[in-house]
């Protein structure tokens, strides 16, 4: 049997392998939710449905309470409603063929994914990460959590995050971002982790060296940034970018900026979408500065703001405050390579309507990495049943190994 402790892997393996790569096609439903504090009074299937045959969907909330007492707990209970309303939603008929393979919640951040059971062979080195950047920097308030694991030979990573929410705290939430790619990482199994698959991120941000120091390089990195081309799999951690496939989503709560509520709400209602988009403070801090998400992509924004409205109706806030309008849940992607994920849809869900929200939902086609395997059926295979019994799903009972 092979053995597949950590050992360096020359460049010139690496090439051998990736002479001999299938791709595989799936697809991927990605959904961001700030539900306020409120519970599922309405069904979620407006916003899960979709025209797709799904494989993976991932699912992510924020504000699932607003209460102090989610400070302290975990609240468990909080949690397994949204994924009984998520698999109510989707229909017995449809759910019975998903596995929730993890979940990773923070006060009121929560991040659900769920995997089609005929997949669940392909599916290992399931990990989590967390970090709070609220209060004093730390507290949960304010945060993300992220799920990355292997599905055949590639890696996807899912975030969810909510960032600071002060209409004027556009530095705030860029450090947010800048915290959060410091502050996510992913550690590696040594006992289990096979270097030959995933693969080495030519992109680090420049903000992100510091998930790395201390730890004596990760993955393809040796010292702080410099890049070693002829080992791979010497080191302890991942960060986040390094994957194929990364999906950012969340209530990041960027606003439209220079335009005063009541203009910003009659151009909404004239349908100058498209103006505003160029002074959504997102759009300028990706594209133009590049201060943050610089290199991610989003697709086309056509539907309304996605906040702020009075709960229970489609009008916008009439409260004292009565915030101005702005696209702050969004959901971002980037990966290897740009052909290997194409979206193909990006939309918001005005039938929902008991948070001051509204849900938003992409769907995307991904390719995955599917290798010329060296190890044995009897090692896959046992790594399929530890995978699956460290997530509370006893493979025999539940027929998805045979």
Request: charged fraction near 25%; include cysteine; hydrophobic fraction near 35%.
């Amino acid at each position: 049997m092979t053995d597949l402790l950590e050992k360096p892997i020359l460049a010139q393996e690496i090439k051998t392998i990736y002479d001999n790569i299938e791709l595989k096609t799936i697809h991927v439903f990605a959904g961001t939710f700030n539900v306020s504090g409120q519970d599922a009074t309405e069904s979620l299937s407006p916003w899960l449905h979709c025209d797709y045959d799904i494989d993976v969907y991932a699912i992510g909330f924020q504000e699932l309470s607003l209460t102090m007492e989610s400070y302290i707990g975990s609240d468990i209970e909080r949690e397994l409603k949204w994924t009984d309303a998520i698999m109510q939603a989707l229909g017995e008929n449809k759910a019975k063929n998903y596995w929730k393979i993890m979940s990773k919640k923070l006060v009121g951040i929560l991040l659900i994914v769920l995997v089609k059971k005929e997949h669940a062979p392909y599916i290992k080195d399931i990990r989590t990460d967390y970090a709070g950047i609220g209060i004093m920097g730390v507290m949960g308030n304010k945060g993300g959590v992220a799920i990355r694991f292997r599905f055949y030979d590639s890696y996807l990573c899912f975030m969810d995050c909510h960032l600071a929410a002060d209409p004027n705290g556009l530095e705030r939430r860029n450090q947010d971002y800048m915290d959060l790619c410091q502050r996510m990482t992913f550690p590696i199994n040594t006992e289990n982790y096979s270097t030959l698959y995933g693969w080495v991120g030519d992109y680090i941000p420049p903000y992100a060296k510091n998930a790395v120091a201390g730890i004596g390089g990760m993955v393809g990195i040796t010292g702080m940034m410099t890049p070693n081309e002829n080992i791979v799999g010497a080191g302890q951690v991942m960060p986040i970018f390094d994957n194929d496939h990364l999906i950012w989503m969340g209530d990041l709560n960027y606003r439209i900026e220079k335009i005063p509520e009541l203009e910003v709400k009659s151009m909404l209602e004239n349908n100058e979408m498209e103006i505003l988009l160029n002074y959504d403070q997102l759009n300028r801090e990706r594209r133009i500065l590049k201060q943050a998400f610089a290199g991610f992509e989003e697709g086309p924004i056509t539907f309304p703001p996605t906040y702020k409205y009075d709960p229970g109706t489609n009008i916008w806030d009439t409260s004292e405050k009565k915030r101005t309008p702005a696209w702050t849940d969004r959901i971002l992607w980037r990966s290897q390579k740009n052909e290997w994920c194409k979206q193909l849809s990006y939309k918001s869900h005005m039938e929902i309507t008991f948070s001051d929200h509204k849900p938003v939902s992409a769907t995307f086609e991904m390719k995955l990495k599917d290798c010329a395997h060296i190890e044995d059926d009897d090692k896959i295979i046992h790594d399929d049943v530890i995978i699956l019994k460290d997530n509370g799903l006893n493979t025999k009972d539940k027929g998805i190994i045979n």
